[in-house]
Every structure is written in structure tokens, then in C-alpha cells.
């Protein structure tokens, strides 16, 4: 295509701006832009004849005509992931931005063909139990553990994935609603419908209210803390009637020597959670 030179601009193109129509490789290097916005690599309209389109820098997905926002997609394991003892994750990073989100498997084959897209595939244990169990000698890794090891090994190539991921037993800790059965014993549409029941991988924080403060009172610029009457210096015994609470202020707290003498018969019960 020819065009006067006074309807092009000749301008230069870095990585992860442009990449070539149909193909998605990026392209470097000097670039026309028409009076019709239409992009051509080379140094005129008539030079490579190749179109540029430009890179998704706007956090937008594009899978065949339909852009969408570059958001995670809700992803489940399925039965048949279960029955195998691990699921296959997705992800993909924008080389230009930097974010990272999980897709699923078609969505992966399509974009992963895109230059300016980077992805993987993560192997993510399923299988319980969740923590490490030390039993007779010998340290049993549990999904926890395995999964944070294949998700280093993949940061090398999407950097910043160990980070992006923050719940190493999801999907792990699955059990079944129907007394007397487990959820290996359950038919597909009843397994389905449990792990449809936990909380997918898109992880929103929930909203919290503000709790309200309360001024504490003063008494001479000092906060009131109040004594119970069984810490006070009186002594005396048991309950009493006659007895409320002694207020002294904060530094008369920390000076008295019969407040800084305190019990220590607390039950110190520990357990193995396994799971």
C-alpha cells in the first residue's frame, strides 16, 4: 500500500507495545502509524506491508473477538482429580503489567500462544493429609508442604507466584455431607455439588466493620484501670459482700508489688492437628 508521506507518521516501537496481526509475536523497531490509525512495521506503509496491533497494556483478555477484563477465572477440581490425587492450575502473567491470574484450561491453550502472555502449568496435591505428619521415624509431606515446593519451582519462570498464592491446602481438606458415606463412595452429581460448596480459588477479603471505640476514662490524665477485689492489696480471702471494684490508675497498677505476682497453673495442652 502506498501513501504520501504527509498522511504516516514514522515512529519507534519498544517491547511490549505492538505485535504483529495474526500471529501475536512482539515487534521492535520503527514503525508508521496512517492518518486512518492503522500500524505498519517498517519505516513506511509500503516497507514490510506486515499490520501491527497493539499489546494488551490495559489488563485485557482477548480470546477470539471478546475482550474481557484480565481477571482470574473461578476454577474447581473435578472428580476425576480427586480420584487422581491432584489438579493442574493455570496461570498466566502480563509481561507488560506484571499481574497474574489462574484461567482455565482452554483459555490457557489459546493465550498461552500469545507473546506478551506468560504462563504455566501448576501440579497441585489434592490428596490428605494437609500438614506433615512425623509418625515411627519417618516425615510424611503433606499436600501443604508439596504444593509450596512445586510453586517455588514455577516462580522461576512466573516470578511472583509464591506470593500470589496464598492458601496451600485449598481444595485439600474436602469431606462428604451425607452420613455414612464418604465422598469417595458418592456418586459424580453429589461430588460435584460438594466442591462446588468451597471457596473457589478467586479469594476476595471479606468487608469488616469498624469496631466502635471507647474512650477510656481519666482520672489525673491517667486511664482507670479497675481491680478486681480478689487482686486487691486488702487480701481477704473469698467473695465478700460489701466489695466492688477497687479503681487505682495506671502507675499505681505497675508500682503495686502484690499486682505483679501472678499464677502460673495454666493448662498447656497441645494437640497434632494432622489435617
Known sequence: MWLPIFKYLLKFAKLGMFAFKGTGQEYQ?????????????????????????????????????VSTPFESETVFPTPEDYARGF????FLKNRTTGKIIEVKNNSYTKLIKKNYYKGDILKWILTKPAKDIFSQGYLYKGAITRNKASTK??????????????????????????????????????????????RPNIQRPPKVKPKAFLKPKLVNNAPIIPISQSNSP??????????????????????????????????????????
Open 153 to 198: 519451582q514455577i516462580s522461576f519462570n512466573i516470578t511472583g507466584l509464591d506470593t500470589f498464592i496464598t492458601e496451600y491446602d485449598q481444595f485439600v481438606n474436602i469431606e462428604s455431607d451425607i452420613k455414612g458415606f464418604k465422598f469417595e463412595e458418592l456418586p459424580k452429581k453429589e461430588k460435584i455439588r460438594i466442591i462446588k460448596q468451597q
Open 87 to 90: 489438579m493442574l492450575r493455570y
Open 234 to 275: 486488702s487480701g481477704g480471702g473469698s467473695t465478700g459482700g460489701g466489695g466492688g471494684g477497687l479503681n487505682q490508675s495506671f502507675d499505681e497498677v505497675i508500682n503495686d508489688p502484690d499486682n505483679l505476682s501472678m499464677g502460673n497453673n495454666q493448662n498447656n495442652n497441645s494437640a497434632n492437628n494432622y489435617y
Open 29 to 65: 523497531g520503527p514503525y508508521v502509524e496512517t492518518n486512518t490509525g492503522k500500524l505498519y512495521a517498517g519505516e513506511s506503509p509500503t516497507d514490510t506491508g506486515l499490520e501491527l496491533i497493539s499489546i494488551d497494556n490495559n489488563d485485557t483478555l482477548t480470546i477470539g473477538n
